[in-house]
């Protein structure tokens, strides 16, 4: 029989004061396999794949690599044994070409220690050709898609020789059409005798790309399956201990007045380039619109502009018939539920307790949170909130007075949805909301959006995910080099319509057809 080429053996981690992220879970992977690794939020999986990477330091338990017991203490001595990790979020310099990106800190040097520039290239060319990654490696990070950024990533471990590579939601930030490519270079690595170890949430692509999956639920170990002799629905149950639904539970309805829309808005970064391009749009009350577009053609610059964080050059932005266009955020946050993508630096204030960030903003605007005019926080009440969230969005805590940063990030974006999503505001800006989140945790995300749906609130949904848009979403405009190229219902469209739109954009798909 043949050996694992990791084993892990009753790991335990504790988190103080004492949470336990890991109660004794063995797994064993092999080489040659791509093995998933799912669970809820707080399940322990990404901690699992930290302490085998280094990044976090077992309280007990055993690793072996290749039938030799390790111990990483740190991911230079991982990668030294052949054992790296991908991140989802891409860690890369925008200025630098792929070549330079991928031999930084491992730099081929010729005499007096001088990189040797032409033999670093061809080793990166090298490493391109032989797992045909398709990359051109003179091109700056900067110019290239989201997909081309992630091969980066992995061949940057390639270079390095490992023969384990963890990948944390490796499909997250890339469209349908990129995927496939993704998973056939992936299948390729593992016939090549690489091992790939995955964190996914999207329990379809595990399925359709894993040999061998295991299962997480509050810091155990639940199974190991084979792909083939599972389904959705089974992994969906085991994860959360309940029945999941996966279709849709939106009700049809008759859409309101606007709530929001801009008019025209136009903005320029500071290199004086256009980013935004007279969009224009609008959000009725009890309607869903969705925005979906490959991550850079404008979704971030068109949040900042609506939320006061930069300033267009033209239009207007207008919520219940008051001009915004220029107002303060806190008088904007009066009007606006706010759910940033990037929860650590916009969304909370990770170093605070987790009670200060539930009562971020609520503190200035709901009377409840405060005594004497706001001159005084009303603990109690916060604390009597922050259990609201806590039972609500079912969210993995131990005190109130814990940091932020000590919650999972599946966590700390449920209290963030909690937050945001109770504040009594007309109109609710989300922006990926359930990215990283377990699938118990979407279908209950969803099922609250569709509930302030049918109170006739707003909301505007920025996803990369499609199936989350066609969901939920009453129509989805395709938002391409800065300008809105659709709005379509989602019920005279589909998926490959809407994927291709954002690789596209009409512009050229419409070229096509006319050839």
């Not at 900042?304 to 220029?326: A, E, R, W, Y």
């Not at 926080?377 to 039972?391: G, H, M, P, S, W």
């Not at 509930?451 to 909301?459: D, L, P």
């Amino acid at each position: 029989m043949t050996k694992p080429i990791i084993e892990m053996k009753n790991i335990i981690k504790v988190f103080p004061p004492n949470v336990v992220a890991l109660d004794s879970v063995s797994a064993d992977f092999m080489q040659g396999e791509i093995h998933a690794i799912v669970g809820e939020n707080g399940a322990g999986k990404s901690t699992l794949m930290k302490v085998l990477y280094g990044l976090e330091h077992a309280n007990s338990g055993e690793i072996f690599f290749q039938e030799v017991k390790i111990e990483n203490k740190n991911a230079g001595e991982a990668i030294a044994r052949g054992i790296g990790m991908v991140h989802q979020e891409i860690l890369l310099i925008p200025e630098y070409t792929v070549w330079e990106n991928i031999i930084l800190g491992e730099e081929p040097t010729g005499l007096f220690g001088k990189i040797d520039q032409h033999a670093a290239r061809e080793q990166v060319k090298s490493r391109i050709d032989e797992f045909q990654f398709n990359l051109d490696p003179d091109s700056k990070v900067e110019d290239i898609s989201v997909a081309a950024r992630q091969k980066v990533e992995i061949l940057k471990l390639l270079y390095r020789n490992v023969s384990v590579l963890i990948l944390d939601e490796p499909t997250a930030v890339l469209t349908p059409q990129e995927i496939p490519q993704l998973f056939l270079e992936l299948r390729r690595l593992a016939k090549n005798g690489k091992t790939i170890l995955f964190i996914s949430h999207h329990l379809e692509e595990v399925l359709e790309l894993s040999d061998r999956i295991t299962v997480m639920r509050k810091g155990a170990k639940i199974a190991t399956v084979d792909a083939a002799n599972t389904s959705k629905d089974s992994l969906a149950q085991m994860m959360v201990g309940r029945e999941v639904l996966f279709s849709s539970q939106r009700i049809e309805q008759i859409p309101g007045e606007v709530v929001f829309n801009t008019e025209n808005l136009s903005f320029r970064d500071a290199n004086l380039r256009i980013r935004l391009e007279n969009v224009s749009l609008s959000v009725r009350a009890g309607e869903i619109v969705g925005i979906a577009g490959v991550e850079g053609n404008g979704q971030l610059e068109l949040v900042n502009c609506m939320m006061g964080m930069s300033k267009p050059f033209q239009g207007k932005i207008v919520v219940n018939n008051c001009d915004l266009t220029h107002a303060e955020i806190l008088e904007r946050r009066r009007f606006i539920s706010f759910v940033s993508q990037d929860r650590s630096k916009m969304g909370a204030s990770i170093k605070d307790s987790i009670l200060d960030n539930v009562r971020m903003t609520h503190h200035r605007l709901n009377p409840k949170f405060t005594h004497w005019k706001g001159l005084l926080l009303n603990d109690v009440y916060a604390r009597k909130f922050t259990a609201q969230i806590e039972k609500a969005f079912a969210v993995v805590m131990g005190s109130a007075d814990n940091e932020f940063r000590s919650l999972s990030g599946g966590n700390q974006q449920k209290v963030i949805l909690g937050r945001e999503l109770l504040l009594d505001t007309p109109f609710i800006l989300l922006d990926q909301p359930t990215r990283g989140l377990d699938v118990g945790s979407i279908e209950y995300v969803h099922e609250t959006i569709l509930k302030m749906r049918g109170q006739n609130r707003a909301i505007l949904l920025i996803s990369a995910d499609l199936e989350e848009l066609f969901r939920i979403a009453d129509r989805i405009l395709v938002i391409f080099r800065g300008k809105i190229v659709a709005d379509l219902p989602v019920a005279q469209t589909n998926i490959e319509q809407i994927g291709y739109l954002m690789l596209e954009g009409r512009e050229k798909i419409n070229a096509a057809k006319t050839d």
